[in-house]
């Protein structure tokens, strides 16, 4: 069956993202709050200059082996969902359904309320220099942002790429003005931390080991245009080149950001600071310094828009294949958004604002994450064997998913040594989702329970005015 809008227009996601939508989307959601607020992880272990440069260099470049893994997945089943769709595909319904299952409940909706409370954060900053802001400020800033984004992602997917567009090309104008400031301190003589870059470093491995859990981290977020593919202009071509391009700027930038953080600061000094390009700042421009706050701000609202945009395609996907309520498959009649599954990210992540502790739940990610991830990896592995019928137009070379798939079970292993007590949990969490798969997929529910759900269904989808896409289904 199969729908249309008023204007005889097929009811489905449509490609609206080209190639500088893309590299905005990856920049968005990989560049948010961690390079101006905490960039001090890898140098808290390594202990000098050099040694941190290097790393924050090679874990760039161990992120493009995954996004090209990645580059192929995308390619072969160009499917709303990204991992969802990979995983699924290559391992089977119950291992796709937990990779839902660990998104919807560990990840995005944590995620999306730090950056939330992040972004309110820092545009208090100025107001309340001296003293936390107000709760209720904080909590209300946070809502309002969720509330403006979701807004806008229920109702134009190209006023979303605007924004993503905006607020990506802001925050790299704001870590070039960094960097400016820091060619500037370097032409004044600044380079007493460069003279003997490799003083005082940490060459253990298992230091060196966590610096790279740190850096790896900085860069998540170079899968997040795979969630979107279906919206993508001529995917075969746009993907592999936004990768590309994206990761490339990222690790530019952020190579060139501590160069300028280390012309003024000491490893030591940037230890000592919570917010490390406010620090900077104030040893540059004083007073002047609440401009980076903003910046700051605008960043972490970049980030919330790409997290929402890409991650309402995972649950619309997992609907689609009745892994999760069919409401959640909706698209609006009128402005071929998923518009259910956006605004059920946006109650998800508003009722995690009601909890300002929610940096556990994070930690719990971290584990989930990366073993979804993994797993997708091997999925492309696996797959190169089981299904050599399906179409590829981008064949990577087998060095790249085999060496980030070792690079994702040491992050797993770091994991499990670092945080062992949110590991188990996270675990936990996971395989909870074992017994909701058997009630919420493989039950057939007696009619009179199917009857309410059904009710449930039509008055979600008349207040939406939004209808059941098949594009997608086999």
Same mark, same amino acid.
């Given at each position: 069956?199969?729908?249309?809008?008023?204007?005889?227009?097929?009811?489905?996601?449509?490609?609206?993202?080209?190639?500088?939508?893309?590299?905005?989307?990856?920049?968005?959601?990989?560049?948010?709050?961690?390079?101006?607020?905490?960039?001090?992880?890898?140098?808290?272990? &390594?202990?000098?200059?050099?040694?941190?440069?290097?790393?924050?260099?090679?874990?760039?470049?161990?992120?493009?082996?995954?996004?090209?893994?990645?580059?192929?997945?995308?390619? #072969?089943?160009?499917?709303?969902?990204?991992?969802?769709?990979?995983? #699924?595909?290559?391992?089977?319904?119950?291992?796709?359904?937990?990779?839902?299952?660990?998104?919807?409940?560990? *990840?995005?909706?944590? /995620?999306?309320? &730090?950056?939330?409370?992040?972004? /309110?954060?820092?545009?208090?900053?100025?107001?309340?220099?001296?003293?936390?802001?107000?709760?209720?400020?904080?909590?209300?800033?946070?809502?309002?942002?969720?509330?403006?984004?979701?807004?806008?992602?229920?109702?134009?997917?190209?006023?979303?790429?605007?924004?993503?567009? %905006?607020?990506?090309?802001?925050?790299?104008?704001?870590?070039?003005?960094?960097?400016?400031?820091?060619? !500037?301190?370097?032409?004044?003589?600044?380079?007493?931390?460069?003279? +003997?870059?490799?003083?005082?470093?940490?060459?253990?491995?298992?230091?060196?080991?966590?610096?790279?859990?740190?850096?790896?981290?900085?860069?998540?977020?170079?899968?997040?245009?795979?969630?979107?593919?279906?919206?993508?202009?001529?995917?075969?071509?746009?993907?592999?080149?936004?990768?590309?391009?994206?990761?490339?700027?990222?690790?530019?930038?952020?190579?060139?950001?501590?160069?300028? !953080?280390?012309?003024?600061?000491?490893?030591?000094?940037?230890?000592?600071?919570?917010?490390?390009? %406010?620090?900077? +700042?104030?040893?540059? $421009?004083?007073? !002047?310094?609440?401009?980076?706050?903003?910046?700051?701000?605008?960043?972490?609202?970049?980030?919330?828009?790409?997290?929402?945009?890409?991650?309402?395609?995972?649950?619309?996907?997992? /609907?689609?294949?009745?892994? #999760?309520?069919?409401?959640?498959?909706?698209?609006?009649?009128?402005?071929?958004?998923? $518009?259910?599954?956006?605004?059920?990210?946006?109650?998800?992540?508003?009722?995690?604002?009601?909890?300002?502790?929610?940096?556990?739940?994070?930690?719990?990610? %971290?584990?989930?994450?990366?073993?979804?991830?993994? @797993? +997708?990896?091997?999925?492309? @592995?696996?797959?190169?064997?089981?299904?050599?019928?399906?179409?590829?137009?981008?064949?990577?070379?087998?060095?790249?998913?085999?060496?980030?798939?070792?690079?994702?079970?040491?992050?797993?292993? #770091?994991?499990?040594?670092? *945080?062992?007590?949110?590991?188990?949990?996270?675990?936990?969490?996971?395989?909870?989702?074992?017994?909701?798969?058997?009630?919420?997929?493989?039950?057939?529910?007696?009619?009179?329970?199917?009857?309410?759900?059904?009710?449930?269904?039509?008055?979600?989808?008349?207040?939406?005015?939004?209808?059941?896409?098949?594009?997608?289904?086999?």
């Amino acid at each position: 069956m199969s729908y249309s809008a008023d204007q005889g227009e097929k009811v489905e996601l449509k490609k609206t993202i080209g190639l500088f939508g893309g590299v905005s989307l990856i920049i968005g959601v990989i560049v948010g709050s961690g390079i101006f607020v905490s960039p001090k992880g890898v140098t808290q272990e &390594v202990g000098s200059v050099g040694l941190s440069l290097i790393i924050w260099v090679v874990c760039g470049i161990l992120s493009i082996f995954g996004a090209q893994t990645y580059a192929e997945l995308g390619c #072969m089943i160009p499917k709303a969902g990204g991992d969802y769709e990979y995983i #699924m595909t290559a391992f089977g319904s119950l291992y796709g359904f937990l990779f839902v299952w660990s998104q919807l409940i560990i *990840i995005i909706p944590t /995620a999306n309320a &730090v950056a939330a409370l992040t972004f /309110a954060d820092y545009i208090l900053q100025p107001i309340y220099p001296s003293c936390d802001a107000p709760l209720a400020s904080r909590t209300l800033i946070a809502a309002c942002a969720v509330l403006i984004l979701t807004w806008l992602n229920c109702v134009s997917v190209k006023w979303v790429n605007r924004i993503q567009n %905006v607020f990506s090309a802001g925050k790299i104008i704001a870590l070039l003005t960094i960097v400016a400031f820091g060619v !500037y301190c370097l032409f004044q003589g600044r380079v007493e931390n460069f003279t +003997s870059p490799f003083e005082d470093s940490n060459y253990d491995p298992g230091k060196i080991a966590v610096a790279f859990y740190s850096g790896l981290f900085c860069y998540a977020g170079w899968s997040y245009l795979n969630f979107v593919v279906e919206e993508v202009k001529e995917p075969n071509k746009t993907l592999p080149r936004s990768i590309w391009i994206g990761l490339i700027i990222v690790i530019i930038v952020y190579t060139f950001t501590n160069i300028a !953080y280390f012309t003024l600061l000491t490893p030591r000094k940037m230890l000592e600071s919570n917010a490390v390009a %406010v620090t900077f +700042s104030e040893e540059l $421009i004083g007073s !002047y310094s609440w401009i980076i706050s903003i910046f700051v701000a605008l960043s972490t609202f970049g980030f919330v828009n790409g997290i929402l945009f890409s991650t309402s395609r995972i649950i619309f996907g997992a /609907a689609r294949n009745n892994h #999760m309520p069919n409401m959640l498959a909706f698209i609006s009649v009128k402005y071929f958004t998923p $518009i259910v599954s956006v605004m059920f990210m946006s109650l998800a992540t508003l009722v995690c604002l009601l909890f300002q502790d929610t940096f556990v739940l994070i930690n719990l990610g %971290v584990l989930a994450e990366y073993l979804f991830i993994a @797993l +997708s990896v091997a999925g492309l @592995l696996l797959l190169r064997k089981t299904r050599p019928d399906l179409p590829r137009p981008i064949k990577v070379n087998l060095f790249y998913p085999l060496v980030f798939l070792i690079v994702c079970i040491f992050i797993i292993l #770091m994991t499990l040594i670092q *945080i062992p007590f949110e590991s188990f949990c996270c675990l936990a969490i996971i395989a909870l989702g074992i017994p909701v798969y058997g009630v919420g997929v493989v039950w057939q529910k007696p009619k009179e329970i199917q009857d309410k759900l059904d009710y449930v269904t039509i008055f979600i989808q008349k207040l939406t005015n939004s209808v059941f896409d098949e594009s997608k289904l086999e």
